[in-house]
């Protein structure tokens, strides 16, 4: 696929330069609208403005939505009136609202001005909910049915509406705006007879969100029930808009992007990696790598601590990198694996003692046999290998010994801070590797020299 879309994108640009724009239209008319907006993204502005038009009406609509916001804008500060007019009747009330939520207020005034009415008022109800909740992602345009409506009123009632809204095939039944049962397509067209009441043929075991549910919530239903839409209800079950599934896997993209971007100590970014400045990469990466350097600190004051022995047995520093990154190599597995179970909701803080108990006996497994590895392998290889004569049976012991209790602090942080994160109402993401690696680090040096001072005598 991305062979072919690279011959297709040289053909289009090829095009482009000899001013072949019947053709263009024509190869651009086979093509996927993210597609298309992928194209859009790797052109100059001028060159995107031109192509846009000369996109069929409902076509570029659909491009449209899957365009950066940057080059929205661009497009839409060089629309005509009527030529943002045409965009806005096309498109659906949750993608415009997206639209005016990412775009300046110049801009935001201009699309409210052009939009129709019902499209204003659609919009604004909306933008009333919080971000990032079910009723700031859903759509208010859903096919709605009566429960006293015969199958045969119901498909007529379909055909009808179901040119404006955004999914036909998942129906909801409605009594005096309160959500009462769900009727898909298929159960309409195999219905026995036309005559069949909706009420007689309709779901009423319903599973639905309030507008003010969280949105990685409404993602996580789409995930577990495989829904094409969800319907969001306000507190008196009243039906008020749908979630449908492309806006779910935003979501869950968007989620899983920021999650990635916390573990690895990076504030998130809305942008792209290609359309983010170097001043905004900046900005994203500086608190955390300023946060880890002061804390680092702390590891640099138990060093301190120690130097007396350090400087009695000099052969002790050569093994403190590879505790401190087991460590935090061992802490980093814990604390991903836990938050990945956080967030398909598979653990709660109610399992905090379960994953604990697992969590000790699987880094004692490790703890011993990484342990066994290292004490083999400091006397065949540093010893004897490397004639290491400063290494003895017991500074070996203590190595390994501390290389136990490390690997088992490490993976019980790990796998007990994103749990306890999670509970106050902060992202577990943010106790991944970077801040447990330092806590780890900590610890290892502190279990080390102390292993070091008791067996060595120093």
Sequence with gaps: MTERFELVEKALITMLEEKNYGALREL?????????????SQLQDQKIALLFRLLPKELAAETFVE?????????????SDNELKEVLSELYVDDAADLVEEMPANVVRRILRQADPQMRLSINQILRYPENSAGSMMTTEYVSLKPDMTVGESILRIRRQGVDKETIYTCYVTKDRTLVGLVTVKDLLLAEDDDVLVEDIMLTNLISVTTHADQEEVARLFSKYNFLALPVVDRENRMVGIVTFDDAMDVLEEETTEDIELMGGVLPSEKTYLRSGIWELFKSRIPWLMLLMVSATFTGMIISSFEAALAAQVALTAFIPMLMGTGGNAGSQSSVTVIRALSLDEVRFSD??????????????????????????????????????????????????ALLVTVVAAK????????????????????????????????????YFLFAKTLLKL
Excluded at 67 to 79: K, S
């Design 28 to 40: 651009m008319k086979t093509m996927n609208p993210v597609d298309i907006a992928t194209l859009f």
């Design 352 to 401: 905090l003692p379960k994953v604990l108990w697992k969590e000790i006996r699987v880094s004692v497994l490790c703890g011993v046999v990484l342990s066994l590895v290292c004490f083999a392998k400091i006397w065949l290889v540093d010893r004897m290998l490397f004639g290491n004569t400063q290494i003895t049976l017991l500074m070996d012991g203590a190595v390994c010994l």
């Design 67 to 79: 365009m950066e916001p940057e080059d929205q804008e661009l497009l839409i500060r060089g629309f």
């Design 412 to 447: 019980i942080v790990g796998a007990i801070l994103p749990i306890i994160a999670k509970r106050v109402k902060l992202d577990p993401a943010v106790m991944a590797s970077p801040f447990i690696t330092t806590i780890v680090d900590a610890l290892s040096l502190l279990v």
